[in-house]
């Protein structure tokens, strides 16, 4: 069923990418754009400035709900991606423009099993009322150029791990930096190009290592291999853990609204890491930091966030905190503008300059 304005449906490709309009896309786009979306070649083609071209808004994974609220004749749909807050844009969600191809309706994955956009698409959210940045710490001028977060939003309220339910029927999520589902528990692959992060629901019990699980717009389940997958937590993660499936991504290339294992960008970082762990941040970092509470500096530990914004200006940029600080030297694990890559550093001179202060989710 063609997607409908005014009812759900869910993505049903591995990485689904989210724009600012239909007439932004540009022609390096085309791989991102197909029935069956290559978001690594895609990424692989694009120049320094194409990655960090703003048409992109961010990215949504395989199940992830959204809401339809415009479709055109061309193939393209308005939506708002229900598991990625962003109050600012949109009370539910994150608003942009999707290929209706990416979309299936939520009963295609299985007629019987409860629609999955009625749950929580990615556990519980976290958020706090929004809030102008607080003046940076720090003094001098201000980071050259942007320090890239993604467009900006905010987020609704709630805290807590996800998932509930027996063992057998609890969500999964994946647990490595891609993996393929198949047709058969030894057949080909049938889809690739699956992400970490994403989440699962299991259709029964494992079969010589390979694990059957429902995938959006297709009536059969297809099989995953075990080892790539764990069930969603029920307690709430350490923010060191966290940070351990964050630094899994170091030297992972820097896209503008990327939030995958091909690509991703400094809040997409934060909200993937937590996404695995079941815990809902806003997409965007200035929203992140308005859902998290403000700690003392020299009292954050490793997994904490530090965020970034220049004086009168709204928070442009987050990392992640990697070691204790020592001496007023402070490192994180971030997804650099500059660079272009997931890196663990030092802060220099220009980010302790725009240092709003450290936070803790």
């Known amino acids: 069923m063609a997607p409908q304005p005014g009812r759900r449906a869910v993505v049903r490709v591995p990485v689904a990418t989210l724009w600012t309009a239909p007439e932004a896309v540009r022609p390096i786009d085309c791989p991102a754009l197909a029935g069956s979306p290559d978001v690594a070649a895609w990424i692989a083609g694009m120049d320094r ?75 519980p959210a976290l958020s706090g009322p929004a ?21 900006a939003g905010s987020g609704p309220a709630g805290s807590g791990p996800a998932g509930s339910g027996s063992a057998a029927d609890a969500p999964l999520t994946v647990d490595v930096a891609h993996t393929a589902l198949r047709a058969e528990p030894d057949g080909d692959a049938a889809l690739t190009g699956v992400v970490l992060g994403t989440r699962l629901t299991p259709a029964g019990p494992p079969v010589d290592g390979r694990r059957p699980v429902r995938v959006p717009g297709r009536a059969d389940p297809l099989w995953a291999t075990e080892d790539d997958l764990v069930p969603l937590p029920a307690e709430r993660p350490e923010a060191e853990k966290v940070l351990a499936v964050a630094e899994r991504l170091r030297d992972l290339v820097y896209v503008w609204g990327g939030m995958s294992t091909d690509g991703i960008d400094c809040s997409g970082l934060v909200h993937l890491a937590w996404r695995r762990y079941g815990i809902t941040l806003p997409r965007d970092a200035d929203d992140q930091a308005a859902a998290t509470s403000r700690v003392p500096l020299d009292a954050e530990r490793p997994g904490d966030l530090y965020f970034f914004a220049r004086p009168g200006r709204r928070i442009h940029h987050v990392g992640i905190v990697s070691a204790e600080p020592r001496g007023g030297r402070r490192r994180m694990l971030h997804a650099c503008y500059l660079t272009r890559r997931v890196v663990e550093e030092e802060l220099p001179a220009d980010r302790t300059a725009t240092l709003v202060g450290a936070y803790r989710v």
């Open 49 to 123: 400035d194409q990655l960090v071209g703003d048409c992109v808004l961010t990215q949504l994974l395989l199940g992830e709900p959204v809401r339809v609220t415009e479709t055109r004749p061309d193939g393209w749909v308005r939506v708002v991606a229900l598991g990625q807050p962003a109050a600012k844009l949109g009370a539910d969600g994150y608003p942009g423009w999707l290929r209706a191809a990416h979309l299936a309706d939520p009963a295609d994955a299985d007629p019987s099993s409860p629609d999955p956009t009625d749950l929580d698409p990615a556990g």
């Open 131 to 151: 809030s102008p940045a607080p003046a940076p710490v720090g003094t001098g001028p201000a980071g050259p150029g942007p320090a890239g977060s993604g467009p």
